[in-house]
């Protein structure tokens, strides 16, 4: 048995649970408990002129039925903006039951508590809610006018507003280096929305306990931590009465980092209330009309370059519909202005923003976070300069690559954790090199030309991209070896089904010499481990991942110490195999880590045979010293923080070949190859799971998924029948190759996975089907109707 | 997305299913597969009084099959139905479209008959059921009649059903020719953007006698053209398709979705003619 895990493709510790049906899930929990439901607005703009409950009251099974008005101080007060920036001067966030205006289709307005959701249904549809019509703003173009406002204090509906320029080297800005440059374009690109859809739902569970006046809650989010801490502010309990527990998440993509949800406090405000357990288990159309979108953004390109295709200006405007409210802040149109840039040196950089407010579903980050739109940019610029100069697509990024030797490179801005845009490290010739290797990039024209001769259309493209990941603030890390040898590790960020505890298990079983199966990971529990921030930005991996090490580390030198007490050595001398401390060298000298543990906590009552070992007439304890050394702790226990100088770079670069149908417009996608380099990987299996499940989702936005809203603000297709989420049987088989540049920032090395797969996809595909059709696509996601009208309009 | 209360109903025999139905009129509605009903309920898009679940009935299973054509029982899945080699043998054209009805998991509860009498335009076995001329065996207190496809489908999501009737059959008559289903969909399994089956018959020559299509996603109800005339009694190899893909568009009236412009499902349904019409005459 070897316990040296790290890197190695460990399979999934959770999949047998997860996938046979053990999984405990936030609608598991609580089946006794009341349900709660939720009058939503109808309406996209409106003021609520009256509520009617009166028929309502008749329901059997009714408990409670509440709104904004019976709401405390606290609890009625407009939802916290968790990330305030100061470009955003107009953030607004919403009520948890709207107060008298709503401003998107799905808004809460009133909260229903009954016996069962089926009766909190029947109760909610009986609940009569008097509107008084405003005018809908829908549409980035409307919104922009500024005709009708969706907040009535923020005029033109502009709620942020950012310029960031970075100067040439030899101080030109953009304007001026587009000006004088050889050759220059301009060009509109378009995103539509698309959003998260995890398969689970969001959810809420909570128990009041009223002997102890403490609150359990469980949630289905991706930062139990912060929920807590809101909770305890919004309803003015004591932190240390309140615990939050995500359970098994299925899925969270960025969505369940947003909090506090209002229904993450109504409910546990209900329960207190009620002195009941009270549960809500969102259903799908909630989902789609009361979580959250993201993507949509229009983009006004300016570059200029020279011969070789090197981008010597650019020059970007864009506007990006965040919907009814800013909970999140800016933080999306901050990422595509930033990661835009890519793995490229550009001559100079202007990227303007607006932030605008429609009356539409708040827009904060899915997996991605706006990067899949800067990429999108980007990579469609470097395609057109291609095009423009006749030369090779691959030529005219690999002439703006940033060079291995140039790093740590300094982009010139601040990036989404408020430090600056340094890339710590990355080979992106490499990686190109690979992937046109991958892919057969240059064998590729013979096989387009091969095909058209039969009447088929073939096209490839490609993309790049670099992502910021393992953001700070910090991550912890707890380890404890318990007297029976077993070791717990917990950190307090989520998990939703991207592997942690297989991870986490392979860093603590490598650094501390014990076999992965004594080893168990607690994540996203507050009673286990308090302070974190969450998971998000592709960042469990590098945060968590380095903080168990560092915690595993700290332990594993006094699990040594404690032995070489006990053996009579040297702790220099000392080695744990298999959970077993022994003195190199000489095998026979050694000591379990559970007896370790049992000796490292010096006790008066001895519970076991074990336990005698260190109790106070065992005669194992020095009389020289107090039992418990100063500085020292009992228990073979540690806890240890990680907290980066800023984020680390990871990258990567696909490559797709598609088939358009000549006749019905059907887009196939052939192949799809994929070129990644996160740092050193703890499990390579997992990095590939991680990328293929991203490009399904990539897929999605590039060639199925929208929300389509009418002009009435009405989200058209609100269920999985009409949002296309792609099938696995609308996914290509994914090629992969990996590059493991290192990152210098963190001691494991690592830089994160999670959301790379999604990134380029869009760029990708639109590039692949540029080159089949000899048609330039400008706008994502791009469906066979979509198709067939831009050759109408091309006129072929 | 729970269902609002209703009554439950669960008869074992014919004749008790059309007594409840009886009994509860127009708040009464029968419950097979419920792969479209359920949905409905539970989107509280649909809220009968009463649900007949027709699920315990005895002898409505069946699929019968003789040289004339299929009967299917209203109990019978889309995937017993498919996966019947009689059935298959008889009328291919079934196990042609039900293949590209939506994913195996429906396929395992939703019904054929169901599915008529669910009428969505968009659906698969109603454009069968249109082009083969088949029927669909109502009963109710009052005894049975057998409704002609060309009256059956009278509209989106209508059919000629009265209240108080239960569809216990549908008649798939045989055809002594070559049969196709065609269609595209945005993902696989999903409703069609545009479909076609096709039913051909050749001479000894090749020569195309007989060519009917029928088309969903196009109109109201499956648009069934007669294009015998228009293939010009060629052989499938000089067929002029302009001729016979125009005789099609002119009868169909595509409206724009989310999914697709009218324009382009009009493009599609030509294209698709001439593929499913060849698919039939299988060159
Ligand atoms: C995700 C998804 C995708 C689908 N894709 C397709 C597709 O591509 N093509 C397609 O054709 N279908 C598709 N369907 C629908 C599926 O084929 C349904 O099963 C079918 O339309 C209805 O059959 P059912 O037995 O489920 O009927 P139910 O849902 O039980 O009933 C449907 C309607 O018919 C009535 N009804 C049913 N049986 C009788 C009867 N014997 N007498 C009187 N009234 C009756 C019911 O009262 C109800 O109004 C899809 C369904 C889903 C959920």
């Known amino acids: ?796 | 997305m729970k269902p609002p209360p209703f009554d439950y109903h669960a008869p074992t025999s014919v004749r008790e299913a059309v007594e409840v139905l009886a009994e509860v009129g127009a708040h009464g509605k029968v419950l097979a597969g419920g792969q479209s009903l359920i949905p409905l309920l539970n989107m509280r898009l649909a809220a009968p009084g009463h649900l007949v679940d027709i699920n315990r009935v005895a002898g409505l299973g069946e699929i019968e099959t003789d040289a004339t054509g299929v009967r299917v029982g209203a109990l019978a899945r889309h995937a017993a139905v498919e996966r019947s080699a009689a059935a298959s043998l008889a009328q291919p054209l079934l196990g042609q479209a039900l293949k590209q009805v939506a994913h195996s998991v429906i396929r395992n509860r939703g019904t054929v008959v169901g599915s008529l009498v669910h009428a969505d335009p968009a659906a698969e076995l109603p454009a069968v059921l249109a082009l083969l001329g088949g029927s669909v065996r109502l009963a109710s207190v009052s005894g049975e009649r057998e409704v002609a496809a060309a009256d059956f489908f009278t509209g989106p999501m209508e059919s000629a059903i009265r209240t108080g009737e239960l569809a216990v059959s549908a008649f798939f008559p045989a055809w002594d020719g070559g049969t196709a289903f065609v269609e595209v969909a945005r993902r696989h399994g999903d409703y069609a953007m545009a479909g076609v089956a096709a039913a051909v018959r050749l001479d000894d020559d090749l020569r195309v006698t007989a060519a009917r299509v029928a088309c969903v996603s196009v109109g109201p109800a499956p648009v069934v053209v007669d294009i015998t005339e228009a293939c010009g009694n060629q052989s499938v190899a000089s067929v002029d398709w302009g001729a016979v893909v125009a005789a099609v568009q002119e009868r169909i009236e595509p409206e724009a979705d989310i999914h697709a412009t009218a324009d382009y499902r009009r493009h599609l349904t030509g294209v698709l003619v001439e593929r499913a019409v060849k698919a039939a005459a299988d060159v």
């Open chain 1, 1 to 796: 048995m070897t316990t040296k895990l790290f890197g190695e493709p460990v399979r999934r510790r959770e999949d047998a649970r997860l996938i046979s049906g053990q999984g405990r899930y936030l609608d598991d929990l609580g089946p006794g408990a009341l349900a709660a439901a939720f009058v939503r607005s109808p309406h996209a703009h409106a003021r609520i002129t009256h509520i009617d409950v009166d028929a309502a009251l008749e329901v059997d099974g009714l408990v409670a039925i509440y709104t904004w008005e019976d709401l405390p101080a606290g609890v009625c007060e407009p939802l916290p903006l968790l990330i305030p920036h100061p470009a955003l001067t107009h953030g607004r966030t919403a009520y948890p039951l709207a107060r008298d205006v709503v401003r998107h289709v799905g808004e809460p307005i009133v909260m229903v508590v009954a016996k069962d959701r089926y009766v909190a249904e029947d109760v909610c549809s009986l609940i009569e809610v008097g509107y008084e019509f405003l005018k809908p703003v829908v549409g980035i173009e409307e919104a922009v006018s500024g005709a009708h406002l969706v907040h009535e204090d923020v005029p033109g509906n502009v709620g942020a507003h950012l310029v960031q320029e970075v100067p040439s080297a030899d101080g030109r800005s953009a304007a001026e280096a587009i000006e004088a440059a050889p050759h220059t374009l301009s060009f509109r690109l378009d995103i539509e929305r698309s959003a998260c859809t995890p398969l689970e739902g969001k959810g809420v569970y909570a128990r009041w306990d009223a002997d102890d006046q403490s609150l359990r809650v469980y949630s289905s989010t991706q930062t139990s931590t912060s929920v807590r801490m809101a909770l305890a502010a919004k309803l003015g309990l004591p932190l240390p009465k309140v615990e939050v527990i995500a359970p098994d998440v299925g899925g969270g993509f960025g969505v369940k980092i947003v909090h506090p949800w209002p229904e993450e406090v109504l409910v546990p405000w209900a329960a207190r209330l009620l002195n009941q357990e009270v549960k809500w288990t969102e259903d799908r159309r909630e989902h789609f009309i009361s979580s959250a979108h993201e993507r949509a953004q229009v983009q006004h390109v300016r570059v200029g370059f020279d011969d070789e295709g090197r981008v010597l200006g650019l020059s970007v405007e864009i506007l990006h519909d965040h919907g009814a409210y800013t909970p999140y802040g800016i933080i999306v149109p901050i990422i595509t202005s930033t990661q835009l840039l890519g793995p490229y040196r550009i001559g100079a950089y202007r990227v303007e923003f607006s932030s605008i407010y429609t009356n539409t579903v708040q827009v904060t980050p899915y997996r991605g976070a706006g990067r899949p739109q800067g990429v999108f940019c980007m990579e469609r610029t470097m395609d057109k300069i291609a095009q423009h100069l006749g030369r090779d697509r691959a030529d005219v990024r690999a002439a703006n690559f940033i060079q291995p030797d140039q790093f740590p490179y300094d982009q010139g801005m601040i990036f989404q954790d408020g430090r600056p845009l340094i890339y710590d490290s990355g080979d992106y010739p490499e990686s190109l090199r690979k992937l046109k290797d991958l892919i057969g990039w240059d064998d590729f024209p013979a096989q387009r030309e091969a095909a058209r001769a039969e009447g088929r259309r073939l096209g490839i493209g490609l993309g790049c991209y670099v992502e910021g990941t393992g953001v700070g603030p910090y991550e912890g890390g707890h380890i404890q070896i318990t007297s029976d040898g077993r070791v717990h590790v917990s950190t307090g960020l989520t998990s939703q089904g991207q592997g942690h505890e297989t991870v986490f298990a392979q860093i603590a079983a490598t650094e501390l010499g014990v076999p992965i199966e004594r080893v168990s990971v607690v994540t996203g529990d507050t009673r286990r481990f308090g302070y974190a921030v969450g998971t998000f930005a592709s960042r469990a991996a590098v945060m968590s991942g380095n903080a168990i090490a560092l915690a595993c580390r700290k332990v594993r030198e006094k699990a040594l110490r404690v032995a070489a007490d006990a053996l009579e050595a040297d702790p220099r001398d000392l080695e744990i195999t298999d959970g077993v401390v022994h003195v190199v060298g000489s095998p026979s000298a050694s000591i379990p880590l559970a007896t370790v543990a049992v000796l490292s906590n010096p006790l008066r009552y001895a519970f076991d045979e074990e336990a005698k070992r260190a109790t106070q007439f065992a005669g194992a304890a020095s009389m020289d010293r107090p039992p418990v050394a100063e500085g020292e702790e009992p228990g073979l226990e540690g806890k240890d923080y990680y907290s980066p100088i800023r984020s680390t770079f990871a990258s990567g670069m696909h490559a797709a070949i598609v088939e358009t149908d000549p006749d019905t417009a059907e887009i196939r996608i052939l192949r799809y190859a994929v070129v990644h380099d996160c740092g050193k990987m703890i499990n390579p299996m997992l990095v590939e799971g991680q990328i293929h499940g991203g490009v399904a989702q990539g897929v999605g936005g590039a060639l199925y998924e929208k929300m389509v809203y009418d002009e009435h603000g009405q989200l058209l297709n609100a269920s999985f029948m009409d949002f296309l989420m792609p099938y696995a049987t609308e996914i290509p088989h994914i090629e992969t190759d990996h590059l493991e540049t290192p990152s210098p920032l963190n001691p494991l090395g690592i830089k994160g996975a999670g959301e790379a797969g999604v990134i380029p996809v869009s760029a990708v595909i639109a590039a692949a089907i540029e080159d089949a059709e000899g048609l330039p696509i400008d706008r994502m996601p791009i469906s066979p109707s979509d198709l067939y009208a831009i050759r109408r309009t091309a006129g072929n």
